[in-house]
């Protein structure tokens, strides 16, 4: 049996809403699984490569082994195939994609015993924090958090004319490393900072006033101390907010920054922002995304090879 998995890429926070934020957008990562009788085989092809591991230390194959070992069934031989879209260290959630991809991959070797709860939880347990899954998983844009043991999730509406830009530029940064620079505390003026503008962010979006979720992106609680490891982002901010995007905050932990505008005012944004990377002297190349309403989809393949949602 063999099956085929495609994850959105997403970027997290937004802003303010730091571990907490999440968006699918429409770029994926494509997974294949393949059982054999024995052994392991890797083909790693696309985004990233090279910086890939085609060992058992491959995160998605420890992805697959743990939805195995807690369903406690047997290993089997595997045989998988990775084709990433999705740049690797850039922000965008390319781990996200390899533990969902994953899980979500084996739950359907195993006959989905899982549901998309279920896998969530799992996703959670191996990434640390669940706003980069949540939105890989269930698509759209997505505010979660754990509550004690368990992760509770909601989706949000996805205002139908917001256009994503994403820059991205040309030096790896890995999330570990932007969180090393993180302070352990903030001041009491920053905490109401941002408790203002995400409550404000989330509202605009509920409602799509896209306008004011623009101007809600902006972080005091990280983007400030992670901003030192990326040089012209500041002024890459500033080009894309002058050349037309309502607003601009760090996609996840970076080095990518992401830009909302309305449908039709994007096309400026992105040269403007990878001019200004340039002038810092970082080579940088920009997409136009839309966001990903369905999250991760699952290809039977040897069926029909139809797209299938996650149920929940």
């Known amino acids: 049996m063999a099956v085929k998995v495609r994850v959105p890429a997403t970027t997290a926070n937004l802003g303010p809403g730091f571990d907490s934020l999440g968006m699918a957008l429409q770029l994926y990562n494509e997974i294949e699984l393949e059982i054999m009788d024995q052994g392991l085989q890797f083909e790693v092809t696309g985004a990233g490569a090279d910086m890939i591991p085609a060992t058992s230390e491959n995160v998605i194959y420890k992805a697959v082994q743990y939805v195995f070992d807690q369903l406690g069934r047997r290993r089997p031989g595997l045989k998988l195939r990775a084709h990433n879209a999705v740049p690797v260290t850039r922000g965008l959630g390319s781990s996200a994609t390899a533990i969902v991809g994953g899980l979500a991959a084996a739950n359907e070797l195993c006959g989905r015993p899982l549901s998309a709860d279920d896998l969530l939880e799992l996703a959670v347990a191996m ?6 899954v949540a939105a890989a998983l269930f698509g759209g844009i997505v505010v979660s958090g754990k509550t004690g043991e368990k992760t509770r999730y909601v989706k949000l509406p996805v205002p139908q004319d917001l256009v994503c830009v994403v820059v991205v530029p040309e030096v790896p940064l890995a999330t570990k490393d932007s969180r090393k620079v993180l302070p352990t505390s903030v001041p009491f003026s920053d905490a109401v900072h941002n408790v203002n503008r995400v409550g404000l962010l989330v509202g605009a979006l ?11 992106m902006d972080d005091v609680l990280h983007e ?7 040089p012209g982002m500041d002024a890459a901010a500033d080009a894309g907010r002058k050349a037309g995007a309502l607003g601009v905050a760090l996609s996840g932990s970076g080095p990518s920054l992401i830009a909302f505008c309305r449908a039709g005012d994007e096309e400026p944004v992105g040269p403007a922002m990878t001019q200004a990377w340039a002038g810092a002297g970082l080579a940088a190349h920009s997409m136009v995304l839309r966001p990903d309403l369905r999250g991760a ?14 149920t929940r």
């Open 206 to 216: 509920a409602t799509g006033d896209l306008e004011t979720a623009g101007a809600a």
């Open 224 to 230: 400030p101390y992670r901003m030192s490891l990326i």
């Open 297 to 310: 989809q699952v290809i039977d393949i040897d069926a029909s090879a139809s797209l299938q949602p996650l």
């Open 127 to 132: 990434e640390g924090h669940p706003d980069n």
